[in-house]
């Protein structure tokens, strides 16, 4: 009876998404007893990026006790987060300067291999784990090995336009899953659905490219839709040893980019983010550390709030989640040892205290994920190189024509801020091609290291393996490949107002009660010097222009 009852199941769904054999599923899934399937607190599941996870405490945003920054608290008061125990080194920071100014000062005094500083907090979302999870033909049940559960997911955020449906149970039903959640009423309530087959496979395809950033935008773009609807991918771009795969708890730093949403119009440039973390057994990547740089002055219509998190809940949140809304690309130093993994989600940590205190503010032409990834990644000591902007002639000739086209001066300014701009600080598709070309060229020796953080980077990098994540199915529209240059984004977005997507999100106002008085205040934008040399010329220039005009003609 139960076996009919669940090829009847199958078989509606497979109707529906024609993705699942229903006779199969009908027989393997069959669950055998009801014991609940052992749950994993988060502080005892191995590692949370590149630190034992034992080494921290799982609590919330309102755990005023601890001893963490309370700026960051404050933004995480209903969320659960891992704080670091007592005796274990805190990030800092340097009053009175910028981010980039903090981090560089910071990698001057500290050298490579030093032990590891730790975060405010990691985002983990919820406090259980389990791995090796699967789900019945109607996802009403969880089964892990002979054990099984009632399953249930967290609910849609209002402001989400999309979310998981059936298409998403038929996905996940295929497939082992290490889900993250609660237990609420002897129910798994998930927040987080990782599909285990993702992951670095130790037997990846050896792939020779080119070392240049239009070579690895070939790679991005090689699939239909950016590979959003593709297989789950890696391949071996470079190995010191060839063949040589002893991966399994090495060392990692990845760069990932995330392509763009099909149904908003204000992501179609992607996102940018850098990874660290271990390899876990079978390539397992969940527990990695995804560092998400993000607006924290709007709350997201996704729930996303800028935070350390892992790999898993950065790309399959049910809500927040990346790889829910576009297809994803890493690309994966793999180490020889810890020192340059430790180095980087040390300096990425106190980069997030200023972001936390506002002594660095997010802003989308000047300042976004790609932008202080790559400061912190200069300011690190890689020479990630730059693009340049994509034309100040341009921005100071149309600065006046936005203005009045748009009626908005602010507009202007930021169209004159996104054209000024280095792209490989505006556009993540840019900072992900330069700094994989770059890391490439180090490691084949290609370019000469121009200090010790290049020179370690280039010395520990065992192999170097490619990763295409594609999008999960859901309600939500296919994504596709993140634009690299204004023009892309001019041609992909409707030129009538009326027909262009956009999410309109609430603000969330930093409280000034929480404001350090070592604040410096915001540098002028460059696009509010040039409006003010438009409007001394407007004033003098042009009167002065046309009066010698006349002048010429009536001598």
């Known amino acids: 009876m139960i076996a009919c009852r669940q090829a009847r199941q199958v078989s509606a769904i497979d109707a529906e998404s024609g993705k699942i054999d229903a006779c199969r599923t009908a027989l393997t899934l069959i669950p055998v007893v009801t014991t609940p399937p052992p749950l994993h607190n988060v502080a005892a599941d191995g590692m949370l990026g590149p630190y034992p996870a034992e080494d921290f405490v799982i609590s919330t945003g309102r ?20 704080l670091a125990k007592g005796g274990h080194p805190r990030a800092g920071f340097t009053p009175g300067v910028t981010a980039q100014q903090d981090v560089a000062a910071w990698a001057a005094t500290h050298a490579p291999g030093m032990a590891p500083v730790y975060p405010p907090l990691i985002w983990v979302a919820a406090r259980d784990v ?72 130790p037997s990846a395809p050896p792939r020779d490219i080119a070392a240049t950033p239009r070579a690895i935008r070939r790679l991005v773009r090689e699939e239909p839709r950016g590979g959003a609807q593709s297989p789950f991918s890696a391949s071996a771009l470079w190995e010191r040893t060839p063949g040589a795969r002893a991966w399994r708890d090495k060392s990692v730093l990845a760069i990932m980019l995330n392509g763009a949403q099909g149904d908003d119009d204000e992501a179609h440039g992607g996102h940018f983010a850098l990874v660290t973390g271990r390899i876990g057994g079978d390539g397992a990547m969940g527990s990695w550390l995804a560092n998400n740089f993000y607006t924290l002055d709007a709350f997201s219509e996704k729930g ?9 809940n950065y790309l399959a949140d049910l809500n927040s989640g990346q790889a829910w809304y576009r297809p994803s690309y890493l690309l994966v130093a793999i180490l020889a040892n810890d020192r340059v993994a430790t180095f980087v989600q040390s300096a990425l940590v106190r980069t997030y205290n200023q972001l936390y ?30 693009r340049g902007p994509t034309s100040r002639l341009l921005a100071a000739i149309s600065l006046p024509y936005f203005a009045v086209q748009e009626r908005s001066l602010d507009k202007a300014v930021q169209t004159y801020d996104y054209l000024t701009e280095d792209r490989t600080r505006l556009f993540p598709a840019a900072a992900f091609e330069d700094s994989c070309a770059d890391l490439l060229r ?66 969330r106002p930093f409280p000034n009660r929480l404001r350090d008085p070592d604040l410096l205040p915001p540098a002028r934008r460059r696009g509010e010097r040039a409006l003010a040399v438009w409007a001394v010329l407007s004033v003098i220039g042009i009167p002065w222009l046309l009066w010698r005009r006349w002048r010429m003609r009536h001598a």
């Open 63 to 82: 755990d005023s006790k601890n001893a963490a920054l309370p700026q960051a608290l404050w933004y995480f008061q209903g969320e659960v987060i891992a």
């Open 130 to 201: 389990i791995h090796g999870a699967r789900l019945n033909a109607d996802a009403s049940r969880l089964i892990a090995g002979r054990d099984t559960q009632d399953f249930d997911v967290v609910p849609k955020i209002p402001l989400n336009r999309s979310y998981y449906d059936a298409s998403s149970v038929a996905f996940f039903a295929a497939r082992t899953i290490t889900m993250r959640g609660t237990l609420l009423d002897e129910r798994f309530v998930a927040r987080t659905l990782w599909p285990e087959d993702f992951r670095l496979d």
């Open 304 to 312: 996303i709030v800028a935070a350390p998190t892992p790999l898993d």
């Open 357 to 386: 205190r506002h002594q660095l503010v997010y802003q989308h032409a000047t300042m976004n994920c790609a932008s202080i990834s790559v400061d912190a990644m200069r300011a690190m000591g890689w020479n990630v190189p730059a």
């Open 442 to 507: 180090l490691a084949r020796g290609r370019r000469r290291p121009r200090d010790a953080f290049e020179r370690m980077l280039a010395q520990d990098i065992d192999a170097l393996v490619f990763m295409r994540v594609p999008q999960i199915p859901s309600s939500r529209a296919w994504g596709d490949y993140p634009i690299v240059t204004a023009w892309e984004y001019t041609a992909r977005v409707p030129s009538d107002p009326e027909e262009q997507q956009i999410v309109p999100v609430p603000p």
